[in-house]
């Protein structure tokens, strides 16, 4: 399982945003990094310009200077032949600046002897007369270069606007496509857990599942959000900076493209570590989610029995195991990023010392003033693009193996939903020599044969672990048979999908479930081919509308998480009308009486009369007394059918069937005394 690729895969869903936000990206970058060059430009060109050859000219103009009645300028600023004019210079020796009435023909080390400058080079040597100026005629030299600062300040002001307006939009379109993945990916995670069998969560704690749900898919969030645009920055920021380095000066730019190979090693040296770590954290992390959720769905049981302390302990080891490997990956990424990253950086600047030395700063220096000053500021911010990279690692490798674990739950085997109209059943159910294992060769059902025909009532009893809800979980196909067949009108229900087979089938547990919501979706569960007046007369009819009536509001009354508010009678009426409202043609109550009053299980038993007509129903039950009408009873034991008959048959064969209504009936006799 490739991880990255297939997180590559769901990025394509937005890849027009994404090259979108991508394009504006390079566009700020391409606008920001103009900044140097403008700067060299300004200090090269404006700034030192003014030692730039001059030449004397014979009225004002535009560009001009007056200097001592003569008027001057630029011979770049010049549009004639400049050679036809006398040049001069201006040139700087320590701090001051010194008028030169005549060209110059070499450059070099200059110093000041009286009223000339003497300039060597080697063995070169020139002696130049020289006026020193004043403050207000070195103003007056600079006068024509004003415009030209103003020009390129508000350009760069300009530029940087733009690389505003375009930064601003890049993290709006790129953070909004990655929250748009990410919707998708949990859509398709919560979609998956729909789709895959009962059993998967056998082993699985409900905790588990929701960390996937949140936790990883959030860290996977932040790769999208956070570490993907740091990515794409840094890279396009960096490629930018060695490539305006390479225009400035390319013996010191492949120095420089030194720290490419080795931001390379030390980012796969880092996963290599920062994996292990990781993976363990996010276990650890599942782990907590896990205890947490358990916990609290067992907070009565706990109290009761005075587990606190004992759950405290064992929430605490895991939660000390989570600090240590958090700790220990701090460890790594203090060791591997800011660290690293200071280092290379006081590298970098030392190679830029050495190579330019101490001439740097001098008129014979290999680069001019403003590219050293462009080079010393592109340098400084390729370092911020590689911090930024490198800060994201950790998160990385924390969305990566968080893509892991979704990924492994989304490759798990499931079942599209299927949108297929099924014909109602009659409902004629056929179990021929079924064996079952929930684990391999740990039979819980063995060579279980039997019918149920149209309309008939069949009761399934046995002691605990007898296989009685094994049977309805097969015919459910939340597991699949090892050996025979279960067939539902004559056709194999291997052969149907899972929703095909349960869209005519209703079931009621002995534990009801109620969803967060009210009393009426609770029975419709929001299905629009079941009407309010279906919902409603199912409840009439299983005999919850006394109960109902009392609520504030009536059919629509809230209800929370499982129904907490409801006594279990109350739940388990709704349940069953749940079950009604979808009109199966095949019931199964499973235990569906074992936690309702008696009161309240003569009106379900009195609405089951009228009910069961034309429906095949089975019925899973310890009180023997309210399956005394069944057409069928099937007394199982350690997996296998034991006796089998109606009630008056198996009453008069006195089997296993006899003592355990004899014992029930005893009891209760006991227990009236």
């Given at each position: 399982?490739?991880?990255?690729?297939?997180?590559?895969?769901?990025?394509?869903?937005?890849?027009?945003?994404?090259?979108?936000?991508?394009?504006?990206?390079?566009?700020?970058?391409?606008?920001?990094?103009?900044?140097?060059?403008?700067?060299?430009?300004?200090?090269?060109?404006?700034?030192?310009?003014?030692?730039?050859?001059?030449?004397?000219?014979?009225?004002?103009?535009?560009?001009?200077?007056?200097?001592?009645?003569?008027?001057?300028?630029?011979?770049?600023?010049?549009?004639?032949?400049?050679?036809?004019?006398?040049?001069?210079?201006?040139?700087?020796?320590?701090?001051?600046?010194?008028?030169?009435?005549?060209?110059?023909?070499?450059?070099?080390?200059?110093?000041?002897?009286?009223?000339?400058?003497?300039?060597?080079?080697?063995?070169?040597?020139?002696?130049?007369?020289?006026?020193?100026?004043?403050?207000?005629?070195?103003?007056?030299?600079?006068?024509?270069?004003?415009?030209?600062?103003?020009?390129?300040?508000?350009?760069?002001?300009?530029?940087?606007?733009?690389?505003?307006?375009?930064?601003?939009?890049?993290?709006?379109?790129?953070?909004?496509?990655?929250?748009?993945?990410?919707?998708?990916?949990?859509?398709?995670?919560?979609?998956?857990?729909?789709?895959?069998?009962?059993?998967?969560?056998?082993?699985?704690?409900?905790?588990?599942?929701?960390?996937?749900?949140?936790?990883?898919?959030?860290?996977?969030?932040?790769?999208?959000?956070?570490?993907?645009?740091?990515?794409?920055?840094?890279?396009?920021?960096?490629?930018?900076?060695?490539?305006?380095?390479?225009?400035?000066?390319?013996?010191?730019?492949?120095?420089?493209?030194?720290?490419?190979?080795?931001?390379?090693?030390?980012?796969?040296?880092?996963?290599?570590?920062?994996?292990?770590?990781?993976?363990?954290?996010?276990?650890?992390?599942?782990?907590?989610?896990?205890?947490?959720?358990?916990?609290?769905?067992?907070?009565?049981?706990?109290?009761?029995?005075?587990?606190?302390?004992?759950?405290?302990?064992?929430?605490?080891?895991?939660?000390?195991?989570?600090?240590?490997?958090?700790?220990?990956?701090?460890?790594?990424?203090?060791?591997?990023?800011?660290?690293?990253?200071?280092?290379?950086?006081?590298?970098?600047?030392?190679?830029?010392?050495?190579?330019?030395?101490?001439?740097?700063l001098t008129a014979t220096t290999v680069v001019s003033i403003g590219v050293l000053y462009a080079f010393v500021d592109?340098?400084?911010?390729?370092?911020?693009?590689?911090?930024?990279?490198?800060?994201?690692?950790?998160?990385?490798?924390?969305?990566?193996?968080?893509?892991?674990?979704?990924?492994?739950?989304?490759?798990?085997?499931?079942?599209?939903?299927?949108?297929?109209?099924?014909?109602?059943?009659?409902?004629?159910?056929?179990?021929?020599?079924?064996?079952?294992?929930?684990?391999?060769?740990?039979?819980?059902?063995?060579?279980?044969?039997?019918?149920?025909?149209?309309?008939?009532?069949?009761?399934?009893?046995?002691?605990?672990?007898?296989?009685?809800?094994?049977?309805?979980?097969?015919?459910?196909?939340?597991?699949?048979?090892?050996?025979?067949?279960?067939?539902?009108?004559?056709?194999?229900?291997?052969?149907?999908?899972?929703?095909?087979?349960?869209?005519?089938?209703?079931?009621?547990?002995?534990?009801?479930?109620?969803?967060?919501?009210?009393?009426?979706?609770?029975?419709?569960?929001?299905?629009?081919?079941?009407?309010?007046?279906?919902?409603?007369?199912?409840?009439?009819?299983?005999?919850?509308?006394?109960?109902?009536?009392?609520?504030?509001?009536?059919?629509?009354?809230?209800?929370?998480?499982?129904?907490?508010?409801?006594?279990?009678?109350?739940?388990?009426?709704?349940?069953?009308?749940?079950?009604?409202?979808?009109?199966?043609?095949?019931?199964?109550?499973?235990?569906?009486?074992?936690?309702?009053?008696?009161?309240?299980?003569?009106?379900?038993?009195?609405?089951?009369?009228?009910?069961?007509?034309?429906?095949?129903?089975?019925?899973?039950?310890?009180?023997?007394?309210?399956?005394?009408?069944?057409?069928?009873?099937?007394?199982?034991?350690?997996?296998?059918?034991?006796?089998?008959?109606?009630?008056?048959?198996?009453?008069?064969?006195?089997?296993?069937?006899?003592?355990?209504?004899?014992?029930?009936?005893?009891?209760?006799?006991?227990?009236?005394?």
């Amino acid at each position: 399982m490739n991880v990255g690729k297939r997180l590559f895969q769901y990025a394509l869903i937005y890849k027009k945003m994404i090259i979108f936000a991508l394009a504006m990206l390079t566009v700020a970058v391409a606008a920001e990094l103009t900044g140097p060059f403008i700067a060299k430009k300004m200090i090269d060109n404006h700034i030192l310009g003014i030692e730039k050859p001059w030449i004397q000219v014979e009225g004002p103009g535009e560009d001009t200077v007056e200097y001592k009645g003569n008027h001057y300028i630029r011979t770049e600023y010049f549009d004639g032949d400049a050679s036809e004019y006398p040049e001069v210079r201006i040139l700087q020796v320590k701090r001051d600046y010194f008028f030169i009435n005549e060209s110059v023909e070499f450059d070099g080390k200059r110093s000041l002897d009286g009223n000339n400058i003497v300039i060597e080079k080697g063995d070169r040597k020139a002696v130049h007369p020289a006026e020193e100026l004043s403050g207000d005629q070195l103003l007056g030299f600079y006068q024509p270069e004003v415009k030209w600062l103003i020009y390129l300040s508000a350009f760069y002001l300009g530029l940087l606007v733009i690389s505003a307006f375009f930064t601003y939009w890049q993290k709006y379109v790129l953070q909004k496509s990655a929250n748009g993945i990410i919707q998708h990916m949990r859509t398709d995670v919560f979609g998956q857990i729909q789709r895959l069998p009962v059993n998967y969560f056998d082993n699985l704690p409900a905790g588990k599942v929701v960390s996937r749900i949140t936790n990883d898919t959030e860290a996977i969030r932040e790769l999208y959000v956070t570490v993907l645009a740091q990515f794409f920055t840094g890279i396009i920021y960096i490629f930018g900076i060695l490539t305006a380095l390479f225009l400035l000066d390319v013996r010191l730019a492949m120095i420089c493209s030194i720290i490419i190979p080795i931001m390379f090693v030390w980012i796969i040296m880092y996963r290599k570590y920062a994996s292990k770590y990781n993976h363990l954290i996010r276990q650890r992390l599942s782990d907590l989610n896990a205890m947490i959720n358990e916990s609290i769905q067992g907070m009565p049981i706990i109290q009761a029995f005075r587990r606190q302390d004992k759950t405290t302990e064992e929430f605490e080891t895991i939660n000390q195991e989570y600090f240590q490997y958090r700790n220990k990956l701090l460890s790594l990424d203090a060791l591997m990023s800011h660290n690293l990253v200071g280092l290379l950086r006081n590298i970098a600047f030392v190679t830029l010392i050495w190579y330019f030395g101490g001439a740097s700063l001098t008129a014979t220096t290999v680069v001019s003033i403003g590219v050293l000053y462009a080079f010393v500021d592109y340098l400084n911010r390729l370092f911020q693009p590689i911090m930024g990279i490198v800060t994201q690692l950790a998160n990385l490798e924390q969305a990566l193996v968080s893509g892991e674990r979704v990924f492994r739950l989304l490759d798990r085997e499931g079942e599209d939903v299927s949108d297929t109209t099924v014909p109602r059943y009659e409902g004629n159910v056929v179990f021929d020599d079924v064996t079952f294992a929930y684990k391999e060769d740990d039979y819980v059902l063995k060579n279980i044969s039997f019918e149920a025909k149209q309309g008939e009532t069949v009761a399934l009893v046995g002691h605990t672990g007898s296989g009685k809800s094994s049977i309805m979980n097969l015919l459910f196909r939340f597991y699949d048979i090892e050996h025979g067949k279960i067939m539902i009108d004559g056709q194999d229900i291997q052969k149907m999908t899972r929703q095909d087979l349960r869209k005519h089938m209703g079931i009621v547990l002995q534990d009801p479930f109620l969803f967060t919501g009210t009393l009426a979706t609770n029975v419709s569960l929001d299905d629009p081919t079941i009407s309010r007046e279906t919902v409603e007369k199912a409840l009439r009819d299983v005999g919850a509308e006394p109960f109902i009536q009392q609520l504030p509001n009536g059919y629509d009354e809230p209800v929370i998480e499982k129904g907490s508010t409801l006594s279990a009678g109350q739940r388990q009426l709704i349940s069953f009308a749940r079950a009604l409202a979808y009109n199966p043609s095949i019931l199964i109550l499973d235990e569906a009486t074992a936690n309702i009053d008696t009161e309240t299980e003569a009106i379900i038993q009195k609405a089951l009369d009228v009910l069961k007509e034309g429906r095949t129903t089975f019925i899973i039950a310890h009180r023997l007394s309210t399956i005394k009408s069944a057409d069928q009873i099937l007394v199982l034991d350690r997996g296998q059918i034991v006796e089998r008959g109606s009630h008056d048959e198996l009453m008069k064969a006195k089997g296993k069937y006899f003592q355990m209504y004899q014992l029930q009936q005893g009891s209760k006799q006991s227990q009236a005394v």
